[in-house]
């Protein structure tokens, strides 16, 4: 094959994803964000599990003692896991803060950064955990879909202020004019 009709090949094929017809929106991600919240506070499995794209992964940071402990779980764990949570608390509330959303420059796929608060009471004691989370979105068959969840525990509050988020560096994943805080 010549260099010319190589070059040509290449240049298409890693041009097909571009052309794709659809493209995830900030909008998509939005209102994947509001109905599974809802959801949670709901306490509704079938209503998160809705919006789990079919090789969902949730991976989770924690520090155990001076380690640091990850874990992975697929979906189906995962669904299972919340499920068999909820049933054993009497109560629970569910919070997200301080969400900013990104579009990936081929509009393809999008990522979202949040603060969540989870309140458990059960057996008359009250817990509450803070979790940083990083999600990652795409379309699956035209339905906006979470992807992957990823993030750590807080300890204490490490959300950055407003004043500490204008001094982080200037590139961001994904940014573009697209991009959003809500």
Known sequence: MSRGVYGVFITVLLALPALATERITVEQIEEVISVTDAAAKARDTPGIARYLGKHF??????????????????????????????????????????????????????????????????????????????????????MPVITHISGHTLVGDTTPTADQQSRLPARKPGSDPLSRSR
């Open 57 to 142: 992964e949730k991976k989770i940071d924690m520090r155990h003692g001076k380690w640091m402990a990850s874990i992975k779980v697929r979906r189906d764990q995962y669904l299972a896991m919340i499920d068999e949570g909820w049933e054993s608390i009497d109560e629970y509330n569910y919070q997200r803060e301080n969400t900013v959303i990104y579009i990936a420059t081929d509009g393809l796929s999008g990522e979202s950064y949040s603060t969540i608060t989870e309140t458990v009471v059960s057996d008359d004691e009250k817990m509450t955990s803070r979790f940083r989370e990083y999600a990652r979105y795409a379309l699956e068959n035209g």
